[in-house]
């Protein structure tokens, strides 16, 4: 297949570019970056450059996607920033152009449309969340999350392009922001440097990059369900993820819980059902 992928040089983009080339897909990465740039994740993939994919126009994403079949659409503000995760005007703009993307892929023939979307989009629940289960944004980046999807909908809505909406749970690994827990704690590990932690009592469902992306391309390349859960299943308390990183190098004596307040408003517990 010949596929689009955005947001190609960040955490998630980056490993599905890597596996799609592995499969024989032809891949057209849209990067951001100097001109230089003029290839994707792969050297002997010919890439697109954007300094800003969302102020595109589109007649500008048409002539991406003509000729393609499918899109997967992994690039957003806020995702790897936490800072922006707050800033409606960025996040709407996100969501503003994800669903001009969406027009233009129809208009141009793709096939499929899959966008990655995010467990936070869901209403709080101790139970492991069915993707019939209702949805209840509550920040500014999970609300125009689910205005995108919403917008997708309609904007796909009695075309020929299929959208397949991939909600995706609590990601790490390699590459991932250096903010976010797992480089953090590997950090930690690595300088032999004591690290300052929450009680890690919530539960989250803790899924790599790799299975991440695998379940996307799956799901959204060949799959027949019009919205997905990317997660293991497993519900895994911060605190437990933590010391079984930890265990590896018998470190867990650096990782100082009750240390600090949470100050996120994210769910008590959050796991998924495939």
Excluded at 51 to 58: A, L, M, Q, R, T
Excluded at 166 to 190: D, H, T
Excluded at 209 to 236: F, H, P
Aim: charged share 20%.
């Amino acid at each position: 297949m010949r596929i689009v992928v955005t947001g190609a040089s960040g955490f998630i983009g980056s490993e599905l570019c890597r596996q799609l080339q592995s499969l024989g897909h032809e891949v057209t990465p849209i990067l951001r970056g100097h001109p230089s740039a003029q290839r994707g994740p792969s050297s002997h993939q010919a890439s697109v450059k954007s300094n800003d994919i969302f102020s595109e126009s589109k007649s500008w994403w048409i002539s991406v996607l003509r000729e393609k079949d499918a899109i997967i659409h992994s690039a957003w503000s806020g995702a790897s920033r936490p800072t922006e995760l707050h800033d409606k005007s960025i996040q709407q703009r996100c969501r503003q152009g994800t669903i001009l993307i969406g027009e233009a892929a129809a208009e141009a023939g793709i096939s499929r449309f899959v966008g990655l979307g995010t467990a936070l989009e869901y209403a709080p629940s101790d139970s492991p969340i069915r993707v019939t289960d209702p949805v209840d944004p509550k920040l500014p980046y999970s609300q125009a999350k689910h205005g995108a999807h919403m917008g997708l909908r309609a904007a796909l809505h009695g075309t020929e392009t299929k959208l397949v909406w991939c909600r995706v749970f609590q990601v790490f690994g390699q590459g991932e922001s250096s903010e976010r827990l797992y480089p953090s704690i590997m950090r930690a590990i690595s300088s032999q440097c004591e690290i300052s932690l929450t009680s890690g009592l919530q539960v989250r469902d803790f899924i790599p990059v790799e299975l991440a992306c695998q379940q996307i391309i799956r799901d959204g390349l060949y799959g027949s369900k019009a919205v997905t859960n990317i997660c293991t299943g497993v519900g895994t308390t911060v605190r437990d993820f933590c010391l079984a990183l930890a265990r590896e190098s018998h470190s867990e004596n650096l990782l100082r819980f009750d240390a600090v307040q949470r100050t996120d408003s994210f769910p008590e517990v959050m796991v998924g059902v495939r």
